[in-house]
């Protein structure tokens, strides 16, 4: 079985879609830990109330939640509307 043949396009099409994937990747690892270190660190800042019933804790723990969520559409809309029309383009 021979390598497969040398393509600069796909080549760059492959570290774009790594370089996309490690930012967001790395904001998502930023919010979860920063959460977990501030529950770990902070507790009476993560148990101070807003409102009754509503804690920081609470809210910031929605908000990783929340967060994780949009990083992925934001991932999904990326590679839909760039990736695999790029990808596309390179198989014809």
């Not at 393509?7 to 830990?33: D, K, Q």
């Not at 920063?34 to 908000?63: D, E, H, R, Y």
């Amino acid at each position: 079985m021979s390598p497969p043949p040398h393509n600069p396009r796909l080549e760059e099409l492959a570290a774009r879609r790594w370089r996309v994937a490690a930012v967001l990747t790395t904001a998502t690892l930023v919010s979860y830990f920063g959460f977990i270190l501030l529950v770990a660190f902070n507790k009476p800042l993560m148990g101070q109330q807003l409102t009754p019933g509503l804690s920081w804790g609470i809210l910031l723990g929605a908000l990783v939640i929340f967060i994780s969520w949009a990083l992925t559409g934001i991932y999904v809309r990326w590679a839909n509307n760039h990736y695999d029309k790029a990808l596309d383009e390179l198989r014809r």
